[in-house]
């Protein structure tokens, strides 16, 4: 499956859930009813976000730059980081209000404390799965389950009344974008900018 296909799927399963028309730039946005249980908990939200940066670090630190994972790790950490900027840029730049702040998706430059586009936990969820997508999708297809993240992601945002869908659209192509572009640097910026050591892995040090 390539990016392009796998890209329309996730747009149809976010914005043709309901057959409502909604608001927004595509016309799609509506609030979806809250659900908070289960799985879609905030605290599993949150988890995940916590245990995917904390995985991308530590496998990096171990593994180290030399070792081809390792290597993949280092290009997450630089996807991660760049897209996390670039999404808080963006918040800072439209301030869109969340569902949960006058439920218009029409509702733009609303000043501080409005960062609802893009969804930036999606944004996290995408960057992180694309490098490793993108280094092994060839040879083991297998990873491309690894989108469950950022998809899980998206319907849990919505669900907390969190986001708008092109808010999580939007999260999903930044993260893959920059995820995809982190790929093409030999040495990963964070491998130049930290010091040697960090990156050679402390697996090699035992």
């Not at 916590?50 to 730059?65: F, H, I, K, M, P």
């Not at 930036?120 to 989108?147: C, M, N």
């Amino acid at each position: 499956m390539t990016m392009k296909r796998l890209g329309v799927l996730i747009l149809l399963t976010l914005a043709c859930r309901d057959a409502a028309a909604g608001g927004g730039p595509l016309g799609i946005d509506h609030e979806w009813a809250l659900d908070q249980s289960g799985v879609w908990a905030r605290k599993y939200q949150t988890g995940l976000e916590v245990g995917v940066v904390a995985v991308e670090v530590g496998a990096a630190a171990w593994l180290g730059n030399d070792d081809p994972l390792g290597h993949t790790f280092w290009q997450a950490i630089d996807s991660t980081a760049i897209s996390a900027l670039s999404a808080q840029a963006l918040k800072y730049a439209f301030s869109r209000a969340r569902p949960d702040q006058g439920n218009d998706p029409n509702l733009w430059f609303r000043g501080r404390g409005h960062e609802s586009f893009p969804s930036g936990e999606v944004t996290l969820q995408a960057s992180f799965v694309t490098p490793f997508i993108a280094d092994y999708a060839r040879t083991h297809p297998w990873v491309w389950s690894l989108e469950a993240l950022p998809i899980y992601d998206a319907l849990a945002r919505l669900k907390s009344q969190a986001h708008w869908q092109t808010d999580v659209i939007a999260g999903w192509a930044l993260g893959t974008g920059v995820g995809y572009w982190s790929t093409h640097f030999k040495t990963p910026l964070a491998v130049r900018i930290l010091p040697g050591g960090l990156s050679v892995g402390f697996s090699k040090d035992l």
